[in-house]
């Protein structure tokens, strides 16, 4: 089974920062690699598929980049909607395993 | 409006069962695969099981092998997880959710239903 890895747990920062979250691939993935966000008591919500595509009404401040086994999710600059759990998933093989989350809260 | 609506959660005892349903409106069900992927409270997201638009393949979490069975009905768009054997660390929000699937087989799952709570507790 491949396992995810990110980077930071969690991370505090303002609005207006640029943040960057970290995903690592315990294999080579390729580019089979997701991006979900998710606000307490909401569904994930999808913002990156296939590590760099923006999905369909997401802001740009939202970009994903990396294949094989490094992968980022970085988000220009922070608003206040956005504090919340992010997650990364890889979708290269089942099981279909997710990054352990990092929680992005206002400093 | 692509929709899933999850139901079925609920108070169980170690050892009993549910059934949970996922009621999905707004797109050609038949068409795609779906996923269930559970939630433990304060914890992240497990994949938990898959099935492909017309059954053909199923998968499963080793943590729920031999006990969940996962089921849809193209007819009334509906997908469903029988869960038998339940035990406490199985406790969580199931939310069902369907799979996009592109030529080169990149996926990911867009939309997700709101969940349904699942306590298995005595």
């Known amino acids: 089974d491949i396992q995810m890895t990110q980077s930071p747990s969690s991370l505090s920062a303002s609005v207006g920062d640029r943040v960057t979250i970290t995903c690592r691939a315990s294999?080579?993935?390729?580019?089979?690699l997701n991006w979900y966000q998710q606000k307490p008591g909401k569904a994930p919500k999808l913002l990156i598929y296939?590590?760099?595509s923006l999905q369909s009404g997401v802001p740009s401040r939202f970009s994903g980049s990396g294949s094989g086994t490094d992968f980022t999710l970085t988000i220009s600059s922070l608003q206040p909607e956005d504090f919340a759990t992010y997650y990364c998933?890889?979708?290269?093989?089942?099981?279909?395993?997710f990054g352990q989350g990092t929680k992005l809260e206002i400093k | 409006e692509v929709q899933l609506v999850e139901s079925g959660g609920g108070l169980v005892k170690p050892g009993g069962s549910l059934r949970l349903s996922c009621a999905a409106s707004?797109?050609?069900?038949?068409?795609?695969?779906m996923n269930w992927v559970r939630q433990a409270p304060g914890k992240g997201l497990e994949w938990v099981s898959s099935?492909?638009?017309?059954?053909?393949?199923?998968y499963y979490a080793d943590s729920v092998k031999g006990r969940f069975t996962i089921s849809r009905d193209n007819a009334k768009n509906s997908l469903y997880l029988q869960m038998n054997s339940l035990r406490a660390e199985d406790t969580a929000v199931y939310y069902c959710a369907r799979e996009e699937i592109t030529m080169i087989e990149e996926n990911w799952f867009d939309p997700w239903g709101q969940g349904t709570l699942v306590t298995v507790s005595s």
């Open positions: 707004g797109f050609t069900f038949s068409s795609y695969s």
């Open positions: 099935i492909s638009s017309s059954s053909s393949y199923i």
């Open positions: 998933q890889q979708s290269y093989s089942t099981p279909r395993s």
């Open positions: 294999q080579s993935i390729s580019s089979y």
């Open positions: 296939a590590a760099s």
